[in-house]
């Protein structure tokens, strides 16, 4: 069987221009007016500065969706931009970068590269964002936050990273995980008193959560049955909350875990919510939004079984459902610390880090430094990467829009839209890096195997969106006690202080007078139960597509000020700046149990759809099922091999 499952229309109304130059501005003052954004043009060009709307910008996506939906078409130049490349990887991200660094690695440093991207950066999702606040310089990310489980990583992932010069286990004295005690800060919960009204009006401050399994500082039983006593549910649904937290549930004790495990995968969550756990409407209502920020959707699409494996229920839900009791006794969480790494393994910029050490080790001289300490504060210049003197270069604001063989085989045509104008390189080689549904309309052999479209089409990437808060102090913060806030129902599921590492000459936020970094996630897909999820990642699109900066930062500042303006934040005051990174194509699309058959092994969507045309291969997240950095990783290095042979 092929199930690997892992934990975890145009902006406004159609209504911008294709062009940055149809604005009569310089490309980034265009789309930083827009967008709501901020261009400093001191700076020049160096997108990690833009504040606003960044992720999925304007600029970046309306060739696609002329394309896609316009009915746009642009023709074939008769002359080449450039002459010949070795390869040409289509898409700036994570999997497009490492293939032009496999290639060249595989190749020699004498190989010619070009990479295109949409984009104004590079990276893809693997986004950087930048502030100065009072003096002060913060470094966020704006989509792929950090290096899952490195121990369970490929060789060749492994290889890369080692050859970066990434050595996870620093991270160990980077990361401080005293800060929040240090600090008295823990995780808060805060019922919207609008929804959450049948328990007793909800709640108009933030509580002690003890819904969420990541937690920060150190909480007792005690204080966690005590903060569940103020919760705004009913009496069944805190009862049941209790039994929880104290681990006196049990599911199949008798059972084996194989069966225990087949069982909780054809059960629902509500039907464990309810049927298990004992909670009532309202206690559902509290806990469905917990997986949003890592899955990019409700519980309501999952099955019990990715509940408790992908860590959602914390240890207990682990213990539950390895030993069939929710009681973690002392071996039970020795062996899980012995054989689970933590999450510690963060970049001030999260993997942005990554695509930055891959930018720098093939355009040289695009950055300086050798190490993973001094890329944090590594400025780039953005003039170098696409020198014609370089063996790599990397092309941005450039969207693909057909590829194809030339007469006879020999290469690949790859013609691009760039300001406007269409252009064309040719390629000894072609990486798609790009997102799976967009190949069938940029690569017309793809196109005529209708196998491999149903394939690409199959899965929808989810919409979600990263949101950078710089604040010019976080008094307000440690005066509550609560760093973390998780909110059901709301439009932020989550808002949270950054990851506190420091390194490279970089320091997190040492006090609470300094300037602080929030981080929000927003996720659009709907919740109406029983929907197809991917046709609530459909829904959830449209949704992002047509929510403005302004309505963004509307519901920020509200939230904000629920949680902290009683201790003293004044929003218009604290908060310097927001940047809203939104994905509608986010998260790659893991199969789930209740939604997705049982395919036989190499018949999965993302597997038919990967296959290799002559000179093309396809390397994204979306390939591999898999939305994390070593699914990216390990993509680039297949389709490499696929091109060379090997």
């Not at 681990?247 to 995968?265: D, H, I, Q, T, V």
């Not at 900066?549 to 920020?556: G, H, L, P, S, V």
């Amino acid at each position: 069987m092929d199930d690997r499952i892992t934990r975890r229309d145009f902006l406004n109304g159609f209504a911008l221009p294709l062009t940055a130059g149809a604005l009569g501005l310089r490309p980034l003052a265009a789309l930083a007016e827009q967008s709501g954004g901020v261009f400093d043009s001191s700076v020049g060009y160096y997108p990690p500065a833009l504040t606003g709307m960044r992720g999925s910008h304007a600029g970046s996506f309306e060739v696609a969706h002329g394309l896609v939906m316009g009915g746009a078409r642009w023709p074939r130049p008769e002359r080449r931009t450039d002459g010949e490349y070795d390869l040409v990887v289509v898409g700036g991200g994570l999997s497009g970068l490492a293939a032009a660094w496999h290639f060249r690695d595989q190749v020699g440093g004498d190989a010619k590269i070009l990479v295109l991207d949409n984009h104004d950066d590079f990276g893809g999702h693997a986004k950087r964002t930048e502030f100065s606040v009072d003096g002060r310089a913060l470094i966020g990310y704006g989509g792929s936050q950090s290096i899952d489980s490195p121990a369970d990583h490929s060789r060749s992932a492994k290889r890369l990273l080692r050859t970066l010069a990434v050595d996870v286990e620093r991270f160990y004295d980077y990361f401080d995980d005293g800060f929040f005690t240090r600090f008295g800060l823990r995780s808060g919960v805060y019922f919207p008193p609008a929804i959450f009204a049948s328990g007793g009006g909800g709640t108009a401050k933030v509580l002690l959560d003890a819904l969420h399994p990541f937690q920060m500082g150190a909480t007792s039983l005690a204080e966690r049955e005590q903060a569940i006593s103020g919760y705004p549910l009913s009496e069944q649904s805190k009862n049941a909350l209790n039994k929880l937290v104290r681990g006196e549930l049990s599911f199949m004790p008798n059972a084996s875990f194989r069966k225990r495990r087949a069982a909780l995968r054809e059960m629902s969550c509500e039907a464990f919510y309810k049927s298990v756990a004992g909670l009532a409407d309202d206690g559902v209502k509290a806990v469905a939004d917990v997986p949003r920020p890592l899955m990019g959707f409700s519980a309501d699409v999952m099955s019990a079984r990715e509940l408790l494996e992908y860590g959602l229920l914390g240890d207990a839900g682990f213990a539950l459902l390895y030993t069939g009791s929710a009681k973690v006794s002392d071996a039970f969480a020795k062996e899980l610390e012995e054989e689970s790494e933590p999450y510690i393994f963060h970049f001030p910029d999260g993997n942005a880090a990554i695509a930055r050490l891959l930018a720098r080790s093939l355009v040289p001289g695009a950055a300086p430094g050798r190490s993973m300490e001094d890329i944090v504060q590594a400025r780039f210049d953005y003039g170098k990467l696409d020198a014609a003197a370089n063996g790599t270069r990397i092309r941005l604001n450039s969207t693909a829009v057909d590829v194809r063989h030339t007469p006879g085989g020999k290469a690949v045509d790859v013609t691009y839209v760039r300001q406007g104008t269409a252009e064309r390189v040719s390629g000894k080689h072609v990486v798609l890096a790009c997102y799976n549904r967009m190949i069938p309309h940029i690569c017309s052999e793809v196109g005529e195997d209708q196998a491999a479209v149903n394939a690409l089409n199959y899965a929808e990437k989810c919409p979600i969106t990263y949101i950078n808060i710089a604040l010019r102090d976080w008094r307000a913060l440690a005066k509550s006690g609560f760093a973390r806030v998780y909110a059901p129902e709301s439009f932020l599921t989550v808002v949270t202080m950054d990851f506190p590492v420091s390194m490279g000459g970089y320091a997190f936020t040492p006090a609470p007078e300094q300037p602080a970094l929030l981080q929000g996630f927003h996720v659009s897909s709907l919740k109406a139960r029983g929907l197809n999820p991917r046709e609530q990642m459909r829904l959830g699109r449209q949704q992002l597509l047509n929510t403005s900066f302004a309505d963004f930062e509307r519901e920020i500042r509200a939230q904000l000020d629920a949680y902290w303006g009683g201790h003293g934040l004044d929003v218009d005051r604290d908060v310097a700046a927001i940047t809203v990174n939104r994905w509608p194509h986010g998260y790659a699309y893991e199969y789930l149990d209740l939604w997705d058959p049982k395919w036989d092994r190499g018949a999965a969507p993302h597997v038919v759809g990967r296959r290799r045309r002559g000179r093309i291969s396809i390397a994204n997240s979306d390939s591999e099922a898999l939305a994390y950095l070593d699914g990216a990783l390990d993509a680039a290095y297949r389709a490499v091999r696929e091109q060379l042979g090997a």
